[in-house]
């Protein structure tokens, strides 16, 4: 007699720390994988559950603390051990490489972690455009020092990774040469971006008759706000004044440098910062109705911000630097330090956008069909085949 569909289907339990927003990269392949999941589209896998918490808004550092370094570890081994004892768990997912530290000590199970970047552990300083740019925390305080630390130990401990991109790949191959890695690209569910027939009225910010241009990201140095600020303020006068940028996501520098909104008003240019948290529905309403994206980062693990306004039809202006010149099509990622190319290319959107005497621009079907190769189905197969390959190693 062969064995049943449910004997044959394994389980692996979903370990994460404090309960992030759908909204945020990290926090949004999270509950993309949970769902998918939990909705059986994993062949062969099902869930085990969810480790993870939530203190609610604002809670005191010291909670925080307790909660990551303590309650929470603790809270993770117990589960962990029960389900292997009662023959419930067959491998065990941590979110990322920030929740590393919940890889128990001698764990019952197999414990794999995605590795989205590892920025924060090896930090760098690269130098574009004769600026120095940090990239991740060269000189993290006492605590950060101590969690960091956790961090790698839970690395160490983990029995596989699994990361999107081959720049990421190649960071773990070079710190981690021993650890069994597997490169999966994330998914993204292209319908949940794609714009309808009769595109929704454009947020009230882009009411006026202007050449609009999105920003998603925060402020963090790498993302190179501060290289866009000059580009923009290399514009033709002519063309400078049609031209109107929106800011989604964070204005303050995590670093404590100048904010986005001053930089740009010391540049003299046209900056509208929408808020961080915006709703898919808002963000989609500005990629629907905005010329093009521009993304000058100069290191990204992935770059949602890319690859989505892509599945929206959106042109990109993205730099041409890891990961996100692996995700755009060949040979349309843009010098990272050429402020000429960045004031040709935005030339060029600008005249595109005058050549239609302000008729609604057309979502570009050929990019929404390059970003194809992130969909789910894929995501799901290549994700139950590693984990199977895990879970009897």
């Not at 339990?13 to 404090?18: A, C, D, P, T, Y």
């Not at 000059?230 to 002519?238: K, N």
């Not at 909104?261 to 709703?279: D, M, P, Y």
């Amino acid at each position: 007699m062969e064995p049943s569909a449910a004997a044959l289907t394994k389980r692996v339990l979903l370990v994460r720390g404090g309960v992030l927003t759908p909204f945020s990269g990290i926090g949004g392949a999270f509950h993309d994988l949970k769902k998918a999941l939990e909705g059986g589209e994993i062949p062969g896998w099902r869930t085990a559950g969810v480790e993870e918490y939530d203190l609610g808004e604002n809670p005191p550092g010291w909670r925080r603390l307790r909660e990551r370094w303590f309650r929470h570890p603790a809270r993770v081994t117990d589960r962990i051990k029960r389900l292997q004892q009662a023959g419930q768990v067959d491998l065990v997912f941590v979110s990322d490489q920030e929740q590393a530290h919940l890889v128990p000590t001698n764990a019952s199970a197999q414990v794999v972690v995605y590795v989205h970047d590892l920025f924060h552990l090896f930090p760098q300083v690269i130098t574009l455009s004769g600026e120095r740019v940090e990239v991740g925390e060269p000189r993290p305080g006492l605590v950060r020092r101590r969690d960091l630390r956790r961090l790698m130990k839970g690395l160490q401990r983990a029995s596989a990774f699994i990361c999107s991109t081959s720049a990421v790949a190649e960071v773990c191959r070079q710190h981690f040469p021993d650890k069994p890695l597997f490169q999966i690209p994330y998914a993204i569910d292209v319908d949940r971006f794609t714009p309808p027939a009769s595109l929704p009225p454009a947020p009230a910010e882009l009411a006026s008759a202007a050449c609009h241009l999105l920003v998603v990201g925060s402020h963090d140095p790498r993302k190179r706000l501060a290289f866009l600020m000059r580009v923009l303020a290399h514009l033709p006068e002519g063309i400078a004044k049609d031209v109107q940028v929106h800011h989604i996501g964070g204005d303050a520098c995590p670093h404590g440098g100048v904010s986005a909104s001053s930089l740009a008003k010391e540049h003299g240019v046209a900056w509208n910062w929408v808020g961080s948290n915006i709703s898919d529905d808002v963000l989609n309403a500005y990629r629907w109705h905005c010329e093009a994206l521009l993304f000058p980062s100069g290191a990204e693990g992935f770059g949602y911000p890319t690859v989505e306004s892509m599945a929206a039809g959106q042109p990109v202006l993205a730099a041409d630097r890891p990961a996100h010149n692996e995700l755009v099509p060949e040979g349309t990622a843009l010098p990272p330090e050429d402020v000429e190319a960045w004031v040709s290319a935005i030339t060029e959107v600008h005249a595109k956008w005058a050549g239609r005497g302000g008729a609604p621009r057309q979502p570009e079907q050929a990019l929404m069909d390059h970003v194809s190769f992130l969909a789910p189905e894929r995501f799901n197969h290549e994700m139950a085949d590693a984990w199977r390959t895990i879970a009897s190693s």
